[in-house]
Every structure is written in C-alpha cells, then in structure tokens.
Nanobody, 116 residues
Framework: QVQLVESGGGLVQPGGSLTLTCTASANIIGIYTMAWYRQAPGKQRELVASITDIGKIDYADSVKGRFTISRDYAKDTMFLQMNSLEPEDTAVYYC??????????WGQGTQVTVRS
C-alpha cells in the first residue's frame, strides 16, 4: 500500500511563500497522477494542482500564476511552491495519487494558515 506524507505547512503572512512537500513510500512519481488538494473549514475539498504521469499540469484558476507544482523522480517527491499567499489560501492541503484520473491514495494533510 502506497503511503504519502506531506510536510511544509505553517503560518505565513499575506504575500508570503511556502513550499509543501509530498513524499511517497514507493516509486509512483512518474507513474501515478499526483495532485494537491485543499479543504478550508466548512468547504469541500478542491483540486489545487495536478501533474500526470506524462507531465501534463493543471491548476485551479484561483492559484494560477502563484502556485507551481513539480516533482523529483529520484526522491519520489512532489512539491507545491506557493507564492503571494492570500488569506483565502488558508486550508488543510492534501497530497493525492492515483491512476486513470482517479485519486485513490491520500496523505494526512498539512495545515496552511495565511494571516497577518
């Protein structure tokens, strides 16, 4: 069973930056579709960014131009570089992985809080 572990969350001021890291327990980077989701209090979990096995990348409109998803095959790791953070970005961020466009494995989540 593949496991995903997120890290890098924290408290940051508006306009600041954070980098989230997702480390997989198996060599799935480059095989699975990998994605970052987030869930704010009282809201549904939403897709933030995804990268397929062949490198196709998609972003939610709300983060385009501010967030960058990337991966490191050698380290079985995926990243989410978040710049120009806004209070609306406050949420628990989850790493997900799956095949055929369906996320089947989730990490435990990492809290990102953006406030002055």
């Amino acid at each position: 069973q593949v496991q995903l572990v997120e890290s890098g969350g924290g408290l940051v001021q508006p306009g600041g930056s954070l980098t989230l890291t997702c480390t997989a327990s198996a060599n799935i980077i480059g095989i699975y579709t990998m994605a970052w989701y987030r869930q704010a209090p009282g809201k549904q979990r939403e897709l933030v960014a995804s990268i397929t096995d062949i490198g196709k990348i998609d972003y939610a409109d709300s983060v385009k131009g501010r967030f960058t998803i990337s991966r490191d095959y050698a380290k079985d790791t995926m990243f989410l570089q978040m710049n120009s953070l806004e209070p609306e970005d406050t949420a628990v961020y989850y790493c997900g992985a799956g095949l055929s466009g369906s996320i089947s494995v989730w990490g435990q989540g990492t809290q990102v809080t953006v406030r002055s």
